[in-house]
Every structure is written in C-alpha cells, then in structure tokens.
C-alpha cells in the first residue's frame, strides 16, 4: 500500500513564491510516475506539472513559473511556485501511479490579490 503526503500549501499574496511537497511511501520501487494536480472551487481536476517514464509535462498555463524536481531515491517531488496569482488558488493533490493511482489528501493554496 503506497501513502502519498503532500505538504507546503499555505496563504501568499499575488507575486509571492511556495512550495510543495509530496511524499510517496510504502514502496521501496522507484515511483517514476508522479505529479501534481490541482482543483479549485466548480472546476475540474487539472494537471499542473508531472513526471511519466522519462519525461515532464507542464500545464501552459503555469510555465516560467512552477517547476517541478524531484529526489528519486525517496520517491519524493516538489513544486516551486514563483509569481503566484489569484488564479492559481485550488487544492493541489500529488498523484503517484504505481500499478493504479494514490492520491494524497490535497494541499491548500490561496493566494490573495
């Protein structure tokens, strides 16, 4: 049973900067597919940024401005989030995919024009 974590969300005005944490657990195999997702209030669930075999995909949406990294060894990623806006106010989920797909518990973040 793989347990995945997230942790960093957090209340920042428009233009700030946070980052997130997501923690996948309970598995000693390297988790290649992970990534982030987010949804705000009546809308649907959207990728933001992840890692699938070995590549990155980005929403357009957030490009120049969230990166995604990651430390393999502990089947852990990140997202730094620079020049916030309002818009970008949602919960973000991490998603791993290991035979089927974890989600975490999901990560407040507002941000406040």
């Known amino acids: 049973q793989v347990q995945v974590v997230e942790s960093g969300g957090g209340l920042v005005q428009a233009g700030g900067s946070l980052r997130l944490s997501c923690v996948a657990s309970?598995?000693?195999?390297?988790?290649?597919?992970m990534g982030w997702y987010r949804q705000a209030p009546g809308r649907q669930r959207e990728l933001v940024a992840g890692?699938?075999?070995?590549?990155?995909n980005t929403a357009d949406s957030v490009k120049g401005r969230f990166t995604i990294s990651r430390a393999n060894e502990k089947n852990t990623i990140y997202l730094q989030m620079n020049s916030l806006k309002p818009e970008d106010t949602a919960v973000y989920y991490c998603?791993?995919?290991?035979?089927?797909?974890?989600w975490g518990q999901g990560t407040q973040v507002t941000v406040s024009s």
């Open positions: 998603k791993a995919r290991f035979m089927i797909d974890y």
């Open positions: 890692f699938s075999g070995g590549s990155t």
């Open positions: 309970g598995t000693f195999v390297i988790i290649n597919n």
